[in-house]
């Protein structure tokens, strides 16, 4: 079911200021005061997004001049929408409020790394977590562990501070660490795993699971050459 803003604020005006004595003009001004803080939140987690983004970029200048090469190919980010916000707490049967949205929902800040090697998402995820300033919430490697339809990749849920002009906030941000050809599967079975009028469903999902292991090997391979031909000492395997 596709909502909108319009279709929250409505749902905000049934769960909260269903006053019938209220003036339109009150509603709206109500309706903006129930709003404001969570538009505040969003931006924090802007923040949140930004902070992580730095660190990964950090992280990604210093090991290339250790290891004469960039671990990591591209950096995405995203924030959920409001639409999905509003929806993922009905689900829940929770309120569109701050303490829902801070004590409910995990995955409103995200950062996707691309790195080149699987090596490089074990060292990138070490490096991070051994930060001070990094509170390790989850970690789930669907690497060694993938998941039964073969999805592989690393999940972390972190907390951050951020610092703004008269105070400091925790934030939490979901990071998802995968390899180029990690990436390049999970994109595209994204899109058709959405596919519900395709015959013989059980045949696209085995091939799927088929695909993902086809390109473990292939990353296996990719980094073992790597090795082989890698002229940087620190780099080399015994």
């Known amino acids: 079911m596709k909502i909108n803003r ?3 604020a409505k749902q905000i005006i049934n769960d909260n200021i269903n006053d019938p004595s209220m003036t339109e003009a009150e509603r709206f001004n109500a309706i903006r005061q129930q709003l404001l803080p969570i538009q505040e939140l ?11 983004e730095t660190k990964f970029n950090v992280l990604n200048e210093e090991m290339s001049i250790l ?14 929408s409001f639409e999905s916000i509003f929806m993922k707490l009905q689900r829940k049967g929770l309120p569109m409020t701050e303490a829902s949205i801070v004590n ?21 995820t070490d490096a991070l977590l051994q930060q001070d300033d990094v509170t390790l919430i989850l970690k789930k490697d669907y690497i060694r562990h993938p998941k039964k339809n073969g999805y592989r990749s690393m ?23 995968r390899t180029i050809a990690m990436d390049f599967w999970a994109s595209l079975e994204h899109k058709l795993k959405y596919k519900q009028d395709v015959e013989n469903s ?8 088929d695909c993902a292991d086809i390109i473990a090997q292939v990353d296996h391979r990719m980094e073992a050459l790597r090795h082989e031909v890698s002229l940087n000492p620190k780099e080399r395997t015994p």
Do not use: T, W
């Not at 931006?43 to 902070?51: N, P, T």
């Not at 409910?104 to 990138?124: M, P, T, W």
């Not at 059980?202 to 699971?209: D, G, P, R, S, T």
């Open 6 to 8: 319009l279709d929250i």
């Open 42 to 52: 969003m931006s924090y987690y802007r923040c949140a997004i930004m902070e992580v």
């Open 67 to 80: 290891y004469d090469r960039n671990p990591i190919e591209s950096i995405k980010s995203r924030e959920k």
């Open 104 to 124: 409910h929902i995990n995955d409103i800040a995200g950062i996707r790394v691309i790195c080149s090697f699987q090596e490089d998402v074990y060292k990138l």
């Open 155 to 177: 999940h972390l849920i972190i907390e951050i501070p951020i610092f703004l002009a008269e105070a400091k906030k925790m934030m939490r941000v979901e990071i998802q660490l």
């Open 202 to 209: 059980a045949h696209v999902i085995q091939e799927l699971k």
